[in-house]
C-alpha cells in the first residue's frame, strides 16, 4: 500500500529538495564558473553568475606555472602512497581480528581508534624535530610514513567491518572440501574481500589527499601537496581570482569524483561501522 | 575452535599495525612531555635546561590561552549544532520523493570532498571579500555596507565555514538513517491521524538518535584539530580573535619557535582531548558494533 503522493506535492518537495541542494553546492560551483573567466569579468560589479568572455586560459596558465604540476604530483604520490602501505600493513591485522578474534580484540579495536583521538598537535613537535633530524622533513616518504600512521585506524577498522560481513562457514566449507590455505586465501576469500578492500583504499586516498595539518608543517616547498600549496597562494586583493579559482579547481576534481563514487561506503568507513 | 597455531599466527598478524601505532603515540608523547619541562628555543639552542612548570605556567598566564580555549570548544560545540539540526532537515527533505535523488546526494556531499584550504580559501576570497566578493555586491546591491566578515567575526565566519564543509557528511549519515526507518510504521502513524511532527517527534527522531550520536562522536573527534582553515583565512586573528587551541600551539613551535612551551601547550591539549575522549568512547563504545 503506497502513501498518496499527490503530483503537486512531489513537485514542491522537488523544487524545496534541489533548491537547498543547489544552495548547499554553490560555493563549489561558484568556484568552477569563476575559474572559465577572466581576471577582469571574475571581479566585476555587479558578479555576472555566466560570462560572455568564456577561458580555458586559467588553467592553461597555472599548469604552465613550473610548480603546479610538481604539486599536484605530490598529492598522487603521497595520497596513494599512504594508502597502499596502510593497506599492506592494516589488512593482515584485520584479517585476523574478523576471522580469529580473540578476548581482546574488541579493547584493541578500540584502542586504536582513540589513537585519533590524540591531537595532532600534540605529537607535531617531536614529529617535527626527528624528520628535521633524520631527514625526512620535506619529503614524500616522511609525508607518506606520517599520514600512514594518522589513517591506520581507520584503515583497521574499516576493513575490519568489512571482512567481518564474510561468513566463517564458506571458508569451513572449503576447508571440508580440501582446499589448502593458499587456495582459500586466493580463491574464496580474495573475491569476497576486493570489494572492501577498494572502498577502504578510495576514502584513505580521500583522507590523505584533504590532509591538510601534516602536510603544512611537515613540508616547505619540496614535498609540499597541494593542500600545502592553497593554502599559502594569497591572491593579492582580488587580482588573481580566476586563476586562484582554476587551480582551488584542479586541486579539488580528481577528489570530488572519486568520491562522488565512494559516497556509498562513505557512510559507513567513517562511521566505523556504526551506520550502514 | 581455532587452533593454538592460528592463534599465534593471528596475533602475528596483528602485531605491525598495534606497534606501529603504539610507537607513534607513545614515543612523540613522551618526548612532549620531557620538552614540556625544558628551556628549549630552537632561536637560542645553547640555552637548555630544566624549567619546572614554568612553560605551563606561561601557557595559563597568557592572555590568549582561555580565549583559544573558548574558541575551540565554540568552533566544535557550533559546527555541531549547525550541522545537525541543518543535517536533520536536508536529511529530511532529501528523503522525500522527489525527482533525481541520487543528483541531489551528489551535489549535497561535493563540500565534504574539497580540501579544507581551498574550502577555507573559496570562502576567504569569492564570498566573504570586502571588496570583491559575493556577499559585499549582494550588500551593495540593497544599498548597504558590505560586512567585514574575517575582520569583524573572525570566529563566527570560521565556524561558517567549517559547518559547511561537515553539513554534508551529517546530512549523509542521517540520510542513511532515515532509508533505514520503515515506511509502514510512518503510514500506520497516518492513518492514525498523527500529525507530520508527532510522527517526527516519536517515530523518526528516535530512529535517528543512533546515527546523531555518531555523527557527534565523529565530527568531534575531526574538529577538535581543525587547523588548514584558520591557516587559510585568518591565521588566528585579528589579534588572537580567532586562535584556537592547536593554532595557538602551532604559532608557539613555528613562528616563536619555542619548543618548550608549544610542548607545553601539546599537553594540554592531550589533557583536554582525553576528557572529550571520555565521554565520546562511552557513547562510541555502545554505538559500534566491534
Redesign the interface.
Known sequence: ?A?A?TPAR?WM??I???S???L??F??L??IL?SFKTEASA?A???QLFTADWTTANYAEVWARSDYPRFFWNSVVISVGSTLLGLI??I??A???A??P?RK??D???W???????????????????FQRIGLFDTKTGLVLALM?MN??II?WML?TYFKEIPGEILEAARMDGASLWNEVLYVLTPMAVPGIASTMLLNI?LA??E??WT??LTTTKAAP???F??S?S?P??LF?AK??AA?TM??LP??I???FS?KQ??RG??????? | MSTQSSRAAARLMVAPSVILLFVWMIVPLAMTLYFSFRLYRLLSPDRTGWVGFNNYTWFFRAPDFWLAMVNTLALVGGVLIITVILGVLVALLIDQPVKGQGYLRILVIAPFFVMPPVAASIWENLFMHPQNGLFAAIAQGFGAQPILFLENYPMPSVIGIVAWEWLPFATLILLTALQSLSSEQLEAAEMDGASAFSRFRYIILPHMTRAITVVILIETIFLLGIFGEIYTTTQGGPGSASTTLPYMIFKQAIVAKDIGRAAAGGIIAVILANIVAYFLMRGIGRNLDA
Open positions: 500500500m502513501r503522493v512531489t518537495m522537488t524545496a529538495a534541489w537547498v541542494a543547489l548547499i553546492f560555493p563549489v561558484w568556484m569563476t571581479v560589479s555587479p558578479p600493513i592494516a593482515p591485522a584479517w585476523s581480528m576471522f580469529v580473540g580484540t574488541k584493541l579495536l578500540m586504536m581508534l582513540s589513537t585519533k583521538m590524540m591531537p595532532a598537535v600534540a605529537v607535531m613537535i617531536p614529529l617535527y624535530l626527528v600512521l591506520l585506524p583497521v575490519y580521500i589527499w584533504n591538510a595539518f603544512i608543517t597541494l593542500s600545502a592553497i593554502a597562494f591572491a586583493q582580488g581570482y586562484l579559482s582551488s586541486a579539488i577528489i570530488l572519486l568520491g562522488w559516497q562513505l557512510v567513517l562511521t566505523f561501522g556504526a551506520v550502514k
